[in-house]
């Protein structure tokens, strides 16, 4: 099991910038991906970044060179720095991370079969107005 608690959210004037963080505990070593999304009133939750270990990030063509996705080494904490904000960026921020597992029994059978599994936290919003 993995918990996520986001922070880092508030009120931004346009073209201001923020910095959103995401605290991850519990089986750490099982995640292989982390990824912000978030969502706006009325709309489908979007991936805004995302990082999968030992890969380079990617970004959604809105976050493309206005947004950064970074960890720490030790894979505890991820982050979101946000430059150039605009109106269309307010939204509630969520943080994901992915996991893969593998069962005790399907190893010693010599059949394992990963296990997929995504994790949420509650969302931080970020507002951009004036």
């Known amino acids: 099991q993995v918990q996520l608690v986001e922070s880092g959210g508030g009120l931004v004037q346009p073209g201001g910038s923020l910095r959103l963080s995401c605290a991850a505990s519990g089986s750490v070593g099982s995640i292989n991906a982390f990824g912000w999304y978030r969502q706006a009133p009325g709309h489908q939750r979007e991936l805004v970044a995302r990082i999968n270990f030992g890969h380079s990030p990617t970004y959604s063509d809105s976050a493309q060179g206005r947004f950064t996705i970074s960890t720490d080494n030790a894979k505890r904490t991820v982050y979101l720095r946000m430059n150039s904000l605009k109106p269309e960026d307010t939204a509630v921020y969520y943080c994901?991370?992915?996991?893969?597992?593998?069962?005790?029994?399907?190893?010693?059978?010599?059949?394992?079969?990963?296990?997929?599994?995504?994790?949420w936290g509650k969302g931080t919003l970020v507002t951009v107005s004036t």
């Open positions: 994901n991370a992915h996991t893969t597992t593998f069962r005790a029994e399907d190893v010693m059978r010599d059949k394992p079969i990963p296990y997929e599994m995504d994790y």
